[in-house]
């Protein structure tokens, strides 16, 4: 199993610039989850989906941030206009929503940094 | 809103010594699950505890999920190079609707001397 695919792994750009990450989850997966990490606040959930169809996005910061999954093998998440406090490491996870002990399992993440 | 508690923040210990962290919160949750994250990469799961009381093992690692439903903790026993990293935990409130979000703990960073 090829686990969670996360690209970029790295991303620098300039203030204002729009920035698209991406994500596969595992196969069979129909829960995938968005989340950003940082020193100072953690691990925090921005997004949550479902079948595709968004449940919680009450942690997306503002409209600046929107996420997608058109289909049950892709999402993305986009930042437009992208502004230094974005910077951070966001984490792609996917699950399996039938089985209540299914783990999450993480991508290895896109280190983003605005300057 | 839900939060975890996670202490220590950090731990500097010799090669060899056993460790122990814990998570606490004000709300019940009915899973805990114990993560840990390596340089560079997503968080990874080592164990799952899914009902009060629960005390599970995994090589060296030894989590209990408490009575109270309200906290949890993980021990390392003769710690080793290898357990270097941040570990978290994370409870979840699971609904018949089936998986729901996770709440983590802002982690515990754990440095092995050898």
């Known amino acids: 199993d090829a686990g969670v695919i996360q690209s970029p792994r790295h991303e620098v750009t300039e203030m204002g610039q729009e920035v698209t990450l991406r994500c596969k989850p595992i196969?069979?997966?129909?829960?995938l989850f968005w989340y950003r990490q940082t020193m100072m606040r953690g691990l925090e959930l921005l997004i949550y989906?479902?079948?595709?169809?968004?449940?919680?996005d009450s942690g997306m910061p503002e409209d600046r941030f929107s996420a997608k999954m058109p289909n049950a093998s892709f999402s993305t998440l986009k930042i437009q206009p992208s502004e230094p406090r974005d910077s951070a490491v966001y984490f792609c996870?996917?699950?399996?929503?039938?089985?209540?002990?299914?783990?999450?399992?993480f991508g290895n993440g896109t280190r983003l940094t605005v300057t | 809103g839900q939060q975890l508690n996670q202490s220590p923040q950090s731990m500097f210990i010799q090669e060899g010594e056993d460790v122990s962290m814990n998570c606490t919160s004000s709300s019940i949750f009915n899973t805990w699950l114990w993560y840990k994250q390596d340089p560079g990469e997503g968080p990874v799961l080592l164990i799952a505890l899914y009902k009060a009381g629960e005390l599970t093992s995994n090589g060296r690692l030894t989590a209990q999920f408490g009575i109270t439903r309200k906290d949890s903790f993980l021990n390392i026993s003769a710690s080793i190079p290898s357990d270097v990293g941040i570990y978290f935990c994370?409870?979840?409130?699971?609904?018949?609707?089936?998986?729901?979000?996770?709440?983590f703990g802002k982690g515990t960073k754990l440095t092995v001397n050898p």
């Open positions: 996870a996917s699950s399996l929503m039938a089985d209540l002990k299914s783990p999450l399992h």
């Open positions: 196969s069979g997966h129909n829960s």
């Open positions: 994370a409870g979840q409130l699971t609904s018949q609707g089936g998986s729901e979000k996770l709440v």
């Open positions: 989906f479902n079948n595709n169809v968004p449940i919680d």
